[in-house]
């Protein structure tokens, strides 16, 4: 049936000393309009003898479908609005409970302001013009959402915790009262991305918002702790339990778009909760270390920010995560989040890199790592480019061609902050000189050789590191030789004496010098033959008249087909390849040898060729080996199965 009990003008609502109630299947489309039910008819208190322990205004036993609007509720001993598992598609729109809109007066109910008990598609609030509720000062909490067979309810567009404005919190509320709280239902949506659709959640005892054994779940685009009218508060968890948003015992619940703010504990918590994805939230203001406290962050461990770039206006950071991560990055004033400003996807070895090119918000940059399952970090520790730390950067050697080739690069933190790291140290390299080794750090060289890259740890105020690069040359090298170096780390702020060149005369060995390279085909096909070229040359000033030898082994699955060259004979046995040329080599000559070989089924997806060269004359080992590896490819109809 179709009743209205109560209305929109003024003097049709009833003042209710009692409890209204819609029961039973066919009680559909009514709609519950402009009552006081527990309140006077001016607002201002609760009747003394008020003693409904179901609720002011309950739908039960299938209730459905019907329009609760506009009501007044206070001082009942149960529930404010409370609707049952068999009601359904029921909507409570714009009622004030435990409050009167302005919070003039307040007059909370000893049970919670809206209570669904397994009931489903019901709307609580909504984007319309005085369609959110205004709930707060009820003793067991604002709004619960409780029932394991309850789903597809929606929380829209109220005010939770403080009055309709958002200008003050509610009195009255119990100490573990929760704003809104979500138990074992799924599939609910509280909040949205339009502005209507955000709930202001503030000034609550406990926790602003949290979910318990529930599943599917959208929480966004709330503002948890603040509200529209106050930007400073009143954040939850005044009685010093819970935080912004909780999330215990629950999964595959979606986290996103909410402002969490200035709580003294943490914005957004998850115990005993893998799989929950928390994305693009602004958090800032709650406390110290706490923007994220996620007791489940298994693999997703929080990611490193190891680099800032430019220092001084960052545009691009750089870092490690968890492998195949998404890595949100954020701006803030310290070591949360307030300003979402992207994300990327971290390679497979965990390296990522996030470009802004009009510069981040700042000053603190920080970021999230979220695993492929949703299961999202804490913050990562923040990256302050504007600390001051100053570098020097040093080198000294002579090398001869011939000899092994040693670049000194040592450097010292002059400031009086720690240079955080790692620190970077790149090194151009000229022509005709192959990186080989070094010492004091994890370098590595560039596609092409012409430039080393290494990293090293923090280096505190008044420290020094030194690195030690080892070269092997070329006859491509010309005289004098130049090196380059720069010294970086993200909080460096000067970079006057963070660069360094040294510049030095090379000659020739007075001897023989043998030296070994190996170039590898672009990739290895199944059952196909490929070419190896091996190049043997005398960097030396005097040449040799002793027999070369080359000797290497190959990988299993690979057989060897033949091998050729000016002078070079060449067997195999049980994959040990050596070639051997008699008639030595002339200072300054080169002699190549090709190598055929054919992978077979055995092979791994990598192929891996070692080479040594060996002559009496050579004095010099150190650029007598050569390794390359090799991708292996497979015809379409060979692919391994």
Known sequence: MVNTVGGTLPGQGNVVNGAIHLSDSGT????????????????????????????????????????????????????????????????????????????????????????LGGSSLTRIGGVGDDEGNCIGGNNSGQIMIEGFGGELNWVLGNSIGVN????????????????????????????????????????????????????????????????????????????????????????????????????????????????????????????????IWNNDAGLALAPVITQAVPPRAPQRVVGLACPNCRVEVFSDAKDQGRVYEGSTIASMDGSFTFSKPGGF?????????????????????????????????SMASRPTIGSPVRVRCGFSNLGVSAAAGPVFLSVQ????????????????????????????????????????????????????????????????????????????SISRSSRADLGLSLRAPESL????????????????????????RLRGQLPAGVQFVSGEGAGWQCSEQAGKVECTREQGLAEGASTEVRLRVRPTGEAGTAVQVDLTLECTDDQNLVNNQASVSTRLRYRPDRRRR
């Open 429 to 504: 390299v000229p022509a005709g000189f192959q990186f080989r080794s070094s010492e004091g750090a994890s370098c590595n060289a560039s596609s092409r050789g012409e430039a080393i890259q290494c990293s090293l740890p923090a280096l505190l105020s008044g420290g020094s590191i030194e690195v030690l690069l080892d070269f092997a040359t070329s006859l491509s090298v010309s005289s004098p030789a130049r090196f380059e170096a720069s010294v970086s780390t993200f909080n460096d702020q000067n970079s006057a004496n963070d660069s360094a060149e040294l510049q030095f």
């Open 164 to 291: 309709a404005s958002g200008s003050q919190a509610t009195p009255g509320a119990g100490p573990q009262s929760n704003g809104i709280n979500v138990f074992g239902a799924r599939r609910c949506l509280v909040g949205g991305l339009s502005d209507g659709e955000r709930n202001d959640v503030a000034g609550n005892p406990n926790h602003g918002i949290v979910l318990s054994r529930s599943s599917r779940t959208l929480i966004a685009g709330n503002r948890v702790g603040l509200t529209r009218a106050n930007s400073t508060g009143p954040a939850n968890c005044t009685s010093g339990l819970g935080g912004g948003i909780g999330v215990w015992a629950s999964v595959t619940n979606y986290i996103a778009g909410n402002i969490v703010a200035n709580h003294q504990s943490p914005g957004i918590w998850t115990d005993g909760s893998p799989g929950n994805l928390l994305s693009g939230n602004s958090l800032y203001r709650n406390k110290d270390g706490y923007g």
């Open 525 to 548: 096909v199944l059952d196909q033959e490929s070419e190896y070229r091996a190049t043997v040359t005398n960097f030396g000033s005097k040449g040799t008249s002793l027999a070369l």
């Open 361 to 393: 918000a700042g000053p603190a940059i920080n970021a999230t790592a979220i695993w492929t399952d949703g299961t999202t970090s804490g913050f990562s520790m923040p990256i302050l480019p504007d600390l001051a730390a100053e570098i020097g950067l």
């Open 28 to 115: 559909r489309l009514n709609r519950v309009v402009g009552n006081h039910v527990g309140v006077n008819a001016s607002g201002t208190r609760a009747f003394s003898d008020t003693n409904s322990c179901l609720g002011g205004i309950s739908l039960e036993f299938g209730a459905s479908a019907n329009v609760i609007e506009s009501n007044l509720v206070g001082g009942v001993q149960g529930n404010a609005i409370w609707v049952d598992s068999w009601s359904q598609y029921n909507s409570l729109l714009g009622n004030s409970l435990g409050v009167d809109p302005k919070a003039a007066a307040h007059f909370g109910n000893a049970g919670y302001g809206i209570y």
